[in-house]
């Protein structure tokens, strides 16, 4: 089968200074077509697209030869025709390099709403013959709602919050064993070269630069060094000489510890009489000495304020009169 699409002529290729890898080349029964310009290829695989089921292509320089629909240029035009020709009935998935298959559409939703699928995971239609990815089938892409719907991978600083909420955690949290320490630095360690900091989605501070002038620059260690001249002179200034200080040293005298006496009891001494003391028979008869025996000063009440007041009476004679001693 041959193809009714004229291969381009050196002429043209230095004319429109094309490259070997800007050109294509199709093999069909093990006969080779081409060169094509990839537009002029595309526009006539999509108007005979029959044609193009069973053939290879591959780049001039690359000399890598896949089935034509699995390139990237030419897989829009596989996704239209098959589902405009036929529904997909059956789905072959790679499980750990092994074809697991056939499964039903019905399985493969169930997958997807387990997230056991992913729209970057291989699929294959044609029996693992060809595999392609979820999100290139015509039929995928579309219940999907488009790129716009895709999930967005989360941000940076999300990752950096949940480590920071789970050092929190282990900081506080009480430990009852060696195994939760031993399980979170596992899990640090698998998730440390994970982790980057992504400085455009964080706000970052930066002072603004301020130019500061020679005075100001040499304005506090010219402080400094005043204060310490200061400093210095007061101690010099105000502090004592030391001939001063020798002379103002006297000697420590050591007094002798005075003895003391204590005075003897007044109840305790012997009464002893006065030199002036006379005896009592030598005295006057009319008053009578004490008893020895009692208080040597007399105890006797006197009774003046009974006597007449000579201001007011005339005093007799007779009270005049000394007593007639016997």
């Given at each position: 089968?041959?193809?009714?699409?004229?291969p381009?002529?050196?002429?043209?290729?230095?004319?429109?200074?094309?490259?070997?890898?800007?050109?294509?080349?199709?093999?069909?029964?093990?006969?080779?077509?081409?060169?094509?310009?990839?537009?002029?290829?595309?526009?006539?695989?999509?108007?005979?697209?029959?044609?193009f089921?069973?053939?290879?292509?591959?780049?001039?320089?690359?000399?890598?030869?896949q089935?034509?629909?699995?390139?990237a240029?030419?897989?829009?035009?596989?996704?239209?025709?098959?589902v405009?020709?036929?529904?997909?009935?059956?789905?072959?998935?790679?499980?750990?390099?092994?074809?697991?298959?056939?499964l039903?559409?019905?399985?493969?939703?169930k997958k997807?709403?387990?997230?056991i699928?992913?729209?970057?995971?291989?699929?294959?239609?044609?029996?693992?013959?060809?595999w392609?990815?979820?999100?290139?089938?015509?039929?995928?892409?579309?219940?999907?709602?488009?790129?716009?719907?895709?999930?967005?991978?989360?941000l940076?600083?999300?990752?950096?919050r949940?480590?920071?909420?789970?050092?929190?955690?282990?900081?506080?949290q009480?430990?009852?064993?060696?195994?939760?320490?031993?399980?979170a630095?596992?899990?640090l360690?698998?998730h440390k070269?994970?982790?980057?900091?992504?400085?455009?989605?964080?706000?970052?501070?930066?002072?603004?630069?301020?130019?500061?002038?020679?005075?100001?620059?040499?304005?506090?260690?010219?402080?400094v060094?005043?204060?310490?001249?200061?400093?210095?002179?007061?101690?010099?200034?105000?502090?004592?000489?030391?001939?001063?200080?020798?002379?103002?040293?006297?000697?420590?005298?050591?007094?002798?510890?005075?003895?003391?006496?204590?005075?003897?009891?007044?109840?305790?001494?012997?009464?002893?009489?006065?030199?002036?003391?006379?005896?009592?028979?030598h005295?006057?008869?009319?008053?009578?000495?004490?008893?020895?025996?009692?208080?040597?000063y007399?105890?006797?009440?006197?009774?003046?304020?009974?006597?007449?007041?000579?201001m007011?009476?005339?005093?007799?004679?007779?009270?005049?009169?000394?007593?007639?001693?016997?």
């Amino acid at each position: 089968m041959a193809l009714d699409l004229k291969p381009l002529t050196n002429e043209i290729i230095h004319k429109m200074d094309y490259t070997p890898h800007d050109l294509w080349v199709v093999k069909l029964e093990d006969e080779l077509f081409g060169p094509f310009e990839v537009e002029s290829l595309k526009h006539y695989a999509t108007e005979n697209e029959s044609q193009f089921t069973h053939a290879l292509a591959s780049r001039m320089d690359a000399n890598d030869w896949q089935p034509f629909f699995t390139h990237a240029h030419f897989q829009p035009i596989a996704h239209q025709s098959q589902v405009e020709e036929e529904a997909i009935e059956k789905f072959w998935l790679l499980h750990l390099g092994q074809k697991a298959g056939p499964l039903s559409r019905r399985d493969i939703d169930k997958k997807f709403e387990l997230d056991i699928l992913s729209m970057t995971d291989v699929v294959s239609i044609d029996d693992g013959h060809t595999w392609v990815k979820f999100f290139t089938l015509h039929t995928f892409n579309t219940e999907a709602g488009g790129v716009d719907s895709l999930p967005q991978a989360p941000l940076e600083s999300s990752f950096i919050r949940a480590r920071e909420d789970l050092n929190e955690i282990m900081e506080n949290q009480e430990r009852t064993g060696s195994h939760v320490g031993l399980a979170a630095l596992t899990y640090l360690g698998q998730h440390k070269g994970k982790l980057s900091l992504n400085l455009e989605e964080m706000d970052l501070k930066s002072l603004a630069e301020t130019e500061v002038s020679r005075s100001l620059k040499w304005a506090i260690p010219s402080a400094v060094a005043g204060v310490g001249v200061l400093v210095m002179m007061g101690s010099f200034i105000f502090s004592p000489s030391t001939s001063t200080d020798t002379a103002a040293v006297e000697p420590e005298v050591i007094m002798p510890k005075t003895i003391t006496h204590k005075a003897p009891n007044r109840n305790q001494a012997p009464r002893r009489r006065p030199a002036s003391y006379q005896p009592l028979q030598h005295r006057s008869g009319i008053t009578h000495a004490p008893d020895l025996n009692q208080n040597e000063y007399p105890t006797h009440v006197e009774t003046h304020h009974n006597e007449t007041d000579p201001m007011s009476e005339p005093m007799a004679e007779d009270h005049n009169q000394p007593p007639e001693q016997q």
